[in-house]
């Protein structure tokens, strides 16, 4: 199995001369299993890039798994070319919204409305399927077993699990490490931290193993504080994660966007200073657009 | 039931004959657009509409009103979610789905409107919602007198809370039949939900488990909204029903707050067999209970 990073941003594409080493799309993810099917996570801004390069391999067949609905994870999907091409089978996946109680074809065809786009969905020529996963469904895609687990994040957010050939690559989507809503001190403290760490033991036995996780790591953690709540990791929270579900690579992604490719070296670099990080430890990287890595 | 995950609790089953297939719909359908009360409703919009909406407050409001908390309970563990297992806790609904997804199904819920003061049944709904936290404050302490866990007794609030669910619906929906069984059951003496039976062919506690089971919540908890009144006849062992059960007698002879059910029933024996102590003692043991019933109250008014 192998993968490529197309968009490593979080937030709002930032392209420009202060990014052009880590890259300025937001999130994108190609995934080719032993077989060559290909998994796409995430539909930012990269997917198009992405797309200039399957025109050989049409028709082919796309699966596209949606860790969640923000603009910086499915901004780029309006514009994937291969959706325009008869032909061509893609199939969709993502969490419903209960809030709304609307599917996930719903949810992304609206980017596609009169206002936002001059093309419908359903003008789309491509066939289009669309699937709604629920917590811990696995989805089969050739060689490669999808699995997925709820993370945490201002919206329904799965985080995928990708198993092939004895390989696993995980990716978290964007999450931030649930906080105790009590206070120490409130009567509810300690059934509600035992509960977050129950949900933690669960989330690393999802993580557990990976040989390479792709986690968000958005906030330096003097950013972080400020920050709380609202939905993204930050570099310790990461490495400890990484540690303590013993993953041999760990790749940290969702860059944030006014960080320039010196600050963002500069923050990792202290980060592992900091957390001392030896040659015992998982290897950390930042995700770097265009890097095609194979585990 | 739908539902494979929880026990057979068997409840919608013996009565679902009872009822004609088309009203049972109609009602259930209505019931998806049911709003809450009208104190959690105005808190929610002003919490929410600060930009510092506090999780913690947010999460103390949904436990405080039924009508919200059973919606909350019933999107957490819909099967779009799909969680592996039953959720029968509001604030752990939030390690799920994150404090975002709650803020916005409860706004969504707030959104539909406010459950009227008044209705054409003539109910108190004030009043109920005031029995309703008397129960679920009540039923905790009960729980607390058996040795539960204090993290554990978070489950006997919520099932108290819960147990009148289908009190909101009949005074909502089922108005006209609903007033008649309460003046029923006020001229001839009967239990309401005996009288809600004898008018509608099921009670309330019937048409709220029903409403719990089909929403998927936790199978206690459907058990004990059905099984609230049958302490006599339903023979499986049960803590947390006999709890509410008993919370909600407790309640009766307090006079704190009203479900319309003017009759005094009796503490059942198998109750105070629990207990190892009688009817008396175990209310004796609770201690002045006005502090802490005026404090869980005290946003209602």
């Given amino acids: 199995m192998q993968f490529t990073f197309w968009g490593v941003r979080g937030s709002i594409a930032v392209p420009g001369p202060s990014t052009v080493r880590y890259g300025g799309n937001t999130t994108c993810i190609e995934v080719r299993g032993d077989n060559n099917e290909l998994v ?19 028709p082919i067949d796309i699966n596209i798994f949606i860790s969640h ?10 514009m994937f070319t291969p959706m325009f091409v008869p032909g061509n089978n893609i199939n969709l996946y993502g969490a419903r919204d209960i809030v709304e109680n609307r599917s996930v074809k719903d949810v992304l065809s609206r980017q596609m409305e009169y206002s936002y786009f001059p093309l419908r969905e359903n003008e789309l020529k491509s066939n289009m399927h669309y699937f709604d996963i629920q917590d811990q469904q696995d989805v089969q895609i050739g060689s490669i077993k999808v699995s997925n687990f709820l993370l945490n994040h201002p919206v329904l957010n799965f985080g995928y699990r990708l198993e092939c050939g004895g390989k696993t690559v995980v990716f978290t989507g964007d999450h931030e490490w649930p906080l105790n809503i009590y206070a120490e001190g409130d009567p509810e403290y300690s059934d509600y931290q035992a509960f977050l760490d129950l949900r933690r033991q669960q989330t690393l036995d999802f993580f557990r193993g990976a040989d390479a996780l792709i986690i968000d790591t958005a906030y330096a953690d003097s950013e972080y504080p400020s920050r709380q709540g609202w939905g993204h990791g930050s570099f ?24 320039s490719d010196d600050q963002l070296e500069q923050v990792f670099e202290q980060a592992l200073k900091r957390n001392g990080v030896c040659s015992s430890d998982p290897a950390f990287f930042l995700a770097q657009e265009g890097v095609q890595i194979e585990v | 039931m739908p539902d494979t995950r929880h026990r057979a609790s068997g409840i919608g089953q013996q009565q679902d004959r009872a009822i004609l297939t088309s009203a ?15 104190q959690a409703v105005m808190r929610i919009l002003d919490i929410t509409s600060r930009g510092d909406c506090d999780s913690k407050e947010l999460v103390r409001i949904i436990e405080r009103d039924p009508v919200l908390a059973m919606k909350i309970l019933k999107l957490v563990n819909s099967p779009y979610v799909g969680l592996p297992q039953p959720i029968a806790s509001v604030s752990h609904s939030v390690i799920f789905v994150g404090i975002n997804t709650i803020k916005n199904l409860a706004l969504s819920v707030a959104a539909i409107g406010m459950l009227p003061k008044t209705n054409a049944a003539d109910f108190d709904m004030d009043q109920l919602l005031k029995h309703s936290l008397g129960v679920a404050t009540v039923a905790a302490r009960l729980a607390e007198l058996l040795g539960v866990a204090e993290k554990d007794r978070s489950d006997y609030f919520l099932a108290g809370l819960l147990h009148d669910f289908g009190k909101v619906v009949l005074a909502q929906y089922k108005a006209v039949e609903f007033k008649q069984a309460l003046e029923k059951s006020l001229a001839d003496g009967s239990p309401l939900h005996q009288a809600e039976t004898a008018i509608l062919g099921y009670d309330h506690a019937y048409i709220g488990a029903l409403l719990a089971e089909k929403w998927l919540l936790p199978a206690r908890l459907v058990d004990c909204i059905g099984f609230h009144h049958a302490v006599d006849t339903e023979t499986r062992d049960d803590q947390l029903r006999d709890c509410v059960a008993l919370a909600n007698i407790i309640l009766q002879r307090l006079d704190f707050g009203f479900s319309g059910n003017r009759y005094r029933a009796e503490i059942p024996s198998t109750i105070e067999a ?28």
């Fill in chain 1, 236 to 259: 310790d929270a990461s490495i400890r994660a990484a540690r303590d579900a013993g993953v041999k690579k760990a790749f940290l992604t969702h860059h944030e966007p006014t960080r």
């Fill in chain 1, 40 to 58: 796409i996570l995430d539909a930012g801004t990269g997917i198009f890039q992405l797309a200039q390069t399957l025109f050989a391999e049409f």
């Fill in chain 2, 274 to 301: 629990r207990f190892a102590m009688s009817g008396d003692d175990i209310i004796s043991s609770l201690g002045d209970l006005d502090d802490e019933l005026a404090k869980v109250t005290a946003f209602s008014h």
């Fill in chain 2, 24 to 38: 049972k719909d109609q009602l259930l359908e209505l019931v998806e657009h049911i709003p809450a009360f009208p």
């Fill in chain 1, 69 to 78: 609905t923000h603009w910086d994870h499915i901004q780029g999907l309006p």
